[in-house]
C-alpha cells in the first residue's frame, strides 16, 4: 500500500477532503473538557465517545472527553498520535436492507496513561469543566482490594483511582460528579460508590469528605448493549486506501445500540443525548433491561464462545452458521436461559430472535478469542444466574450450561489439540488454572475450580449433581474431543 497520510486535526483542517460516504463533525475550536473515561478501548469508543460526538454536532451538548487508560498497557500514545480521531464503521441490516455508516469521531481532545501523568489527571479532576465520568473496565474492574492511599500516585484499582480524584475534588472546593458506569454488572453505579465509599473510611478521608460523596455526587446504574467487533484487521489495509488516509485506530460496530441510565430526570438534561435521536433510555428502574441483555445477549456469548473456539472456529459468525455449534447456541438461549427469565414469554422469545439475528449480522466479524477475555468474571454476571434459575425453576441442572462451565476450564487451560491459545484475564486466576492444570485430572479440576468462592461468589460443589457434571464433560472433552462432547450432549 502506498505511504498515506495519517489522520489527524493538521491533515482534516489542511485541507484534506473526506470520501463523501464519510461523516465528520465540523472541527471548530477545542469543546470544554467535560467527561472523564476510564477506558480508551474499541466499545467506549464505538459506544460513548461516537454518541457524544453525534450529541455535539446536533449541537445538544458541547463537551470533549478525555480517555484514560485504565492499566499500564493501553493505548494513549496510539490515540494522541491521531490527535483523537479515528473511524468508525457501523454495519448491519435494518428493515431487510444493508445499512453502513462511516464517521471520523473527534469526540476525544486527549488521552492519558495515568501511570505516568498522574498530575494530569488530578489537574483533569480539580478543573471546574469537568463534570462526568463514564468507564468500561470489564466485569472485573469494579473491585475492591486494600491498597494504601498514595496522593500524587496513581492508585491500583479502578475504584481506588476514582477515590482519589473524587477527593482531589473535593479539596479543590469543585462540584460533584456525574458517574455512569458501563461496567456489565450488576448495579454497577451502586457497586462503585460502595468501593469508593470503603476506600475513604479505610483511608480515614473524614466525614466531610464522606458527605460530599454522598450529596453532591450521583453513580448512576447503567446498561450498554453493542456489539463491537473492534479493529477490523482483515479488511483495515483496504479500507484506509479507500479512505486516503492511515487509520490506526478504525473501530467497527453494529447499527444497534442501547444506553439505559437509572437516575433523575435532571441528569438528562444535563447530558442529552437522547437529543440526538440516540437509543438512550432515561429510566427510574432499569432491571428488566438488564436481566433480559445479560442472560441473553451477553450469556448466549460467554456460554458458547469458548467451547466453540475450542471445536476450531474463530468468529461469531463462524459459530452462528456451524451445523453443531449454531445448535448449541440456540439451544443454551432458547432452551435453557430464555425460559429461566421471569419476564413474558412472547416479550423474551422476541428479543431472543432479534439476538440471534444480530449474531448473524454479515458485517460483524466478532473473534471469538476477544470474547474470551476476563470469562471467568462473566460467567459469573452472565451464565451462573441463568443456571442457579433453571435449577430451581425445574429442579435439573441445564445441560447445556453446565457444560459451558467444563469448556471453561478447558479453555483455561490454554492449549488443547496441540495448539497453544491466549487466555486472557486477572493474574491470580490464570495462576490458579496453571496450577491445576499441572495435573489434567477431571474430577480434581472441577471440585477445585467449583469451589473457588472467590470466582463465583458461592460454593459450586453445593449445587446437586454440579461437580459431577462438570468433571464429566471436562473428561469428554479430554478424551473424546470438543466437538463429539458437544453432539452427545444435544443428542
Not at 496513561?113 to 498522574?118: L, R, V
Not at 490464570?430 to 499441572?438: D, T
Request: with cysteine; glycine share 8%; proline share 5%.
Amino acid at each position: 500500500m502506498a505511504t498515506l497520510p495519517s489522520l489527524n486535526r493538521s491533515l482534516l483542517q489542511g485541507g484534506f477532503t473526506l470520501p463523501q460516504n464519510v461523516g465528520c463533525a465540523p472541527l471548530c475550536c477545542p469543546r470544554p473538557e467535560r467527561v472523564l473515561q476510564f477506558g480508551e478501548g474499541n466499545f467506549l469508543r464505538a459506544f460513548v465517545d461516537w454518541m457524544i460526538d453525534e450529541a455535539n454536532e446536533r449541537g445538544v451538548f458541547n463537551g470533549s472527553v478525555v480517555a484514560v487508560q485504565p492499566i499500564a498497557q493501553g493505548m494513549a500514545k496510539e490515540i494522541n498520535a491521531q490527535d483523537g480521531l479515528y473511524t468508525l464503521i457501523a454495519r448491519g441490516v435494518e428493515g431487510g436492507k444493508v445499512v453502513e455508516n462511516r464517521r471520523v469521531i473527534s469526540a476525544i481532545s486527549r488521552a492519558l496513561n495515568p501511570y505516568d501523568a498522574w498530575a494530569e489527571v488530578v489537574a483533569l479532576a480539580r478543573s471546574v469543566e469537568l463534570r462526568f465520568v463514564v468507564s468500561n473496565t470489564t466485569e472485573a474492574g469494579i473491585a475492591y482490594a486494600e491498597e494504601p492511599y498514595t496522593p500524587g500516585v496513581c492508585q491500583s484499582t479502578f475504584p481506588a483511582k476514582v477515590t482519589a480524584l473524587l477527593y482531589e475534588r473535593f479539596q479543590a472546593g469543585r462540584e460533584g460528579l456525574v458517574l455512569s458506569p458501563c461496567e456489565l454488572i450488576e448495579r454497577n453505579g451502586s457497586k462503585l460508590k460502595e468501593y469508593v465509599l470503603q476506600y475513604a473510611a479505610a483511608w480515614k478521608l473524614g466525614g466531610e469528605f464522606t458527605a460530599w460523596i454522598e450529596s453532591a455526587c450521583a453513580f448512576l446504574n447503567t446498561l450498554v448493549d453493542r456489539i463491537v467487533p473492534g479493529y477490523p484487521r482483515a479488511e483495515a489495509e483496504a479500507l484506509q486506501a479507500e479512505f486516503g488516509y492511515a487509520d490506526k485506530l478504525i473501530d467497527t460496530g453494529e447499527i444497534f445500540h442501547l444506553w439505559v441510565i437509572e437516575g433523575p430526570a435532571k441528569y438528562a438534561e444535563e447530558f442529552p443525548l437522547h437529543k440526538a435521536g440516540l437509543n438512550v433510555i432515561w429510566t427510574d428502574d432499569m432491571t428488566p433491561y438488564r436481566t433480559r441483555k445479560v442472560r441473553i445477549l451477553n450469556g448466549a456469548h460467554t456460554s458458547s464462545v469458548l467451547a466453540a473456539y475450542l471445536g476450531g472456529l474463530e468468529t461469531v459468525g463462524e459459530m452462528m452458521d456451524d451445523a453443531l455449534f449454531g445448535r448449541f447456541i440456540r439451544r443454551a438461549v432458547f432452551d435453557e436461559i430464555a425460559p429461566a427469565l421471569d419476564m413474558d414469554p412472547g416479550e423474551r422469545q422476541i428479543y431472543a430472535e432479534a439476538v440471534m439475528e444480530r449474531f448473524q449480522n454479515p458485517f460483524i466479524r466478532h473473534a471469538l478469542i476477544d470474547i474470551s477475555l476476563n470469562s471467568v468474571s462473566k460467567w459469573k454476571v452472565r451464565v451462573l444466574p441463568s443456571l442457579l434459575d433453571s435449577l430451581a425453576n425445574t429442579g435439573a441442572l441445564p445441560k447445556l450450561l453446565t457444560f459451558s462451565l467444563a469448556a471453561l476450564i478447558c479453555f483455561y487451560r490454554g492449549q488443547y489439540g496441540g495448539k497453544e491459545h491466549p487466555v486472557r484475564d486477572d493474574a491470580p486466576i490464570l495462576e490458579f488454572f496453571a496450577a491445576q492444570w499441572q495435573s489434567a485430572d477431571p474430577a480434581a479440576l472441577a471440585q477445585n475450580t467449583l469451589a473457588q468462592t472467590s470466582f463465583w461468589g458461592q460454593d459450586l460443589n453445593a449445587l446437586p449433581g454440579m461437580t459431577q457434571a462438570v468433571a464429566d464433560g471436562i473428561s469428554a472433552i479430554l478424551n473424546g474431543g470438543i466437538r463429539p462432547a458437544v453432539e452427545d450432549l444435544l443428542r
